[in-house]
């Protein structure tokens, strides 16, 4: 059996409503021993499963949800890391699992460059909107990610750049 064909773009339906998660940072891929640098701290037992680190040198990063919106209702949620000021990063910790937690605004900086714009380094807030996710990338300063917040954009752009083909 095969999967239903998008009449806009011709790939797979099911790769229209994908996730794709960025293992760790920009910064920390180009670090000297990336997340094993003696006196990094992550918040569980590897980069993949961490929703924050901090490493020596480096920054300090919280995990959050950029949703991108594709034409024909389809979205691509890319699990990012935010730089954020590392003197926030205990109080951020202290809420994460706590019914405070959906208050938690964040600010902070794009880790990850977004294919196909780039955008690394671009400021960025989060809101949590359901206090079971990750918080979402809500808006920005920057006019490009501002617009790639709110935009729709074509499948081909999009999936095209992250390979989803």
Wanted: net charge negative.
């Amino acid at each position: 059996m095969t999967a239903a064909s998008c009449p806009s773009c011709g790939r797979p339906l099911d790769l229209h409503n994908r996730h794709v998660r960025f293992t760790l940072p920009d910064p920390v891929l180009d670090a000297p021993g990336k997340e094993t640098a003696p006196g990094t701290w992550m918040s569980h037992g590897n980069a993949r499963d961490s929703v924050m680190m901090q490493v020596p040198n480096v920054g300090a990063f919280v995990r959050a949800l950029l949703p991108i919106k594709l034409t024909d209702g389809h979205t691509i949620t890319f699990g990012v890391w935010l730089a954020v000021d590392p003197r926030e990063l205990r109080s951020v910790f202290a809420v994460w699992w706590e019914p405070e937690y959906r208050d938690l605004r964040l600010t902070g900086w794009l880790a990850n460059a977004i294919p196909p714009w780039g955008m690394l380094a671009a400021p960025v807030g989060t809101v949590v909107r359901d206090p079971d996710e990750t918080p979402y990338c809500d808006r920005s300063e920057d006019p490009q990610l501002d617009r790639v917040l709110r935009d729709e954009w074509p499948h081909d752009l999009v999936l095209t750049a992250t390979g989803q083909v």
